[in-house]
């Protein structure tokens, strides 16, 4: 079956520093990946996609890169903020298994000033 | 455009009780989707509708149900409440006629609690 294992957190940060949640996925098929981010008392936010194999996905300073080699989608930033303080969610689409979602356990990422 | 909207954002029941949640999802989406969300187990899918139909499952008994109105509404149904169920219930809507890429973009849920 299709699973996602995300770097377990809390990882805290302060303000400036450089992120990275690791992510890793097993999928049959080609999948197409996923982040999500939650800020507390919400839903789920689309963050970024990408589709296939060395697509870079980015959105407000984030970026990820679709590695089929290593099956891997890490999370990067260059410099967070305190407004970055949420749970991020790596996820996954399989060919084979419709319009569901497959997450990962989710990272929490705590910034402080 | 407005987001997905879900109704009601609080709610408490009791064990042995029924509930039924709502989704409204984003104008011109037909596919609808529902989550599980709990601090033990996660994100977990629970199922998809597209035009009125159950697309697709997951694992979760049949106490949960769900249906799909004509509008893409969708309502989701959970009888014979247990303590387990307590849980953000997460709707996401999608464009998706077919499989992979498209984004789901999901509602601010419905935190179901059962005492």
């Known amino acids: 079956g299709n699973s996602v294992t995300q770097m377990e957190g809390p990882v805290t940060l302060s303000e400036e520093a450089f992120l990275t949640i690791n992510c890793t996925y097993t999928a049959t098929g080609y999948p197409s990946l996923f982040w999500y981010v939650q800020y507390p008392g919400e839903g789920l936010q689309l963050l970024l996609k990408?589709?296939?194999?060395?697509d870079k996905g980015s959105n407000k300073g984030f970026e990820a890169t679709y590695r089929k080699e290593t099956t891997s989608f890490h999370l990067e930033k260059g410099s967070v903020q305190v407004s970055d303080s949420a749970v991020y969610f790596c996820?996954?689409?399989?060919?084979?298994?419709?319009?569901?979602?497959?997450f990962g356990g989710g990272t929490r990422l705590m910034v402080k000033p | 455009k407005a987001g997905v909207t879900q109704t009601p954002r609080y709610l408490i029941k009791t064990r042995g009780q029924q509930v039924t949640l709502s989704c409204s999802p984003i104008?011109?989406?037909?596919?609808v989707s529902w989550y599980q969300q709990t601090p033990g187990q996660g994100l977990q899918f629970l199922f998809e509708y597209f035009s009125e139909t159950q697309r697709n499952k997951g694992n979760f008994p049949g106490r949960f149900s769900g249906r799909q109105f004509s509008n893409s509404r969708s309502e989701m149904n959970v009888s014979t409440l247990e303590l387990g169920d307590s849980a953000l219930y997460l709707c996401a809507s999608s464009l998706a006629a077919t499989e992979l890429s498209y984004e789901q973009y999901f509602g601010p849920g419905t935190r179901l609690t059962v005492t």
């Open positions: 996820a996954l689409i399989s060919p084979n298994a419709g319009n569901m979602l497959t």
């Open positions: 104008s011109g989406h037909r596919s």
């Open positions: 990408a589709t296939k194999a060395d």
